[in-house]
């Protein structure tokens, strides 16, 4: 099993920054790929961002330029830097992590979630 907990939510004003942190434990070495997903008020989940093992990042089209992944192996967490925060950011982020649980199967970890709202 692997436990995610992530923190670093918050309010904050249009424009303004946050990191949100995601700790990682349990039968890391599995680890494969880490992701953030969001889930807006009233609407669906939404991939945010990618980081493979090797630390290859991707972004969704609505994070671009704005939101930066990354990971610390050594520390076993993860991160998501965002700057210039929209009011449409807000929402519950969540920290996921694929992990190989055996020679063919790969199992799905999610966090509890940390909610980021922005407004004046």
């Known amino acids: 099993q692997v436990q995610l907990v992530e923190s670093g939510g918050g309010l904050v004003q249009p424009g303004g920054s946050l990191t949100l942190s995601c700790a990682a434990s349990?039968?890391?070495?599995?680890?494969?790929?880490m992701r953030w997903f969001r889930r807006p008020p009233e609407k669906e989940r939404e991939w945010v961002a990618t980081?493979?093992?090797?630390?290859?990042?991707t972004y969704g089209d609505s994070v671009k330029g704005r939101f930066t992944i990354s990971r610390d192996v050594a520390k076993n967490m993860m991160y998501l830097q965002i700057t210039n925060l929209k009011p449409e950011d807000t929402a519950v982020y969540y920290c996921?992590?694929?992990?190989?649980?055996?020679?063919?199967?790969?199992?799905?970890?999610w966090g509890q979630g940390t909610q980021v709202s922005v407004s004046l």
């Open positions: 996921f992590a694929d992990v190989r649980t055996s020679p063919t199967s790969i199992s799905n970890f």
């Open positions: 349990g039968m890391l070495s599995g680890l494969i790929t």
């Open positions: 980081i493979t093992q090797s630390g290859d990042t």
